[in-house]
């Protein structure tokens, strides 16, 4: 009978789990597992569809903000015809208002001894006006003394200029009405004579 001549007898035959072996008996490398394909987000369809988004919500955006301007401006145009579509009628009211105070003026001063009408009839008048203006103030009409004050050109129209040793130049020395005003509006500039300063020494 002859001898088995194979110096590894056992080189092919397999483990007793099942696994090859190479021919030192170590196990046999597996076989590389597949790749994973691209990340989603590198598919130049999806890129495209996420710009269109952005663009999409900042035209949103934009409308929505406009929109907001819209309403801003047209509320405060609201606001403004509501405010000055009396102005036509204000005006003639604060006529009024300064006869009062020229009949006040034309009154006598207060005398001891006076006859009584007069005094009611002051009394009155007096009445009547402080009733008036609170009127006129609760609806934004409102009247400023210019006397003293510096001459503005936007609130005050001169009708005269004189020399004055009391009254630096262009200050108001006397105002023959005040400055009227319409919710901060200028109604009707105040009538003012203004200082020009001490006169020149001959």
Sequence with gaps: MSENTDPN???DAPHGDGTPSDAHGAPAPEAAAPQPEAEAGSDPRIAELEAEVAAMRDKW?????????LRTRTKREVEDARQYAVQKFAKDV????ENLKRAL????KPAEGEDSLLTSMREGIEST???????????GIKAE?????????????AMSQQHSDEHPADTVMEAWTPA???HGRL???????????PAQAG
Excluded: C, Y
């Design 9 to 11: 007898p056992f080189a």
């Design 187 to 197: 109604l009707k500039p105040a009538m003012v004579v203004v200082s020009k300063g």
């Design 180 to 182: 009227w005003t319409l």
């Design 129 to 139: 006006e402080r009733s008036f203006m609170g009127i006129l103030e609760r609806n």
């Design 61 to 69: 955006m934009r409308a929505e903000a406009d929109m907001q301007n």
């Design 94 to 97: 604060v006529e009024a208002a």
């Design 145 to 157: 003394d210019a006397k003293g004050k510096p001459f503005d050109a936007n609130l005050h129209q």
């Design 105 to 108: 003026a034309s009154l006598p």
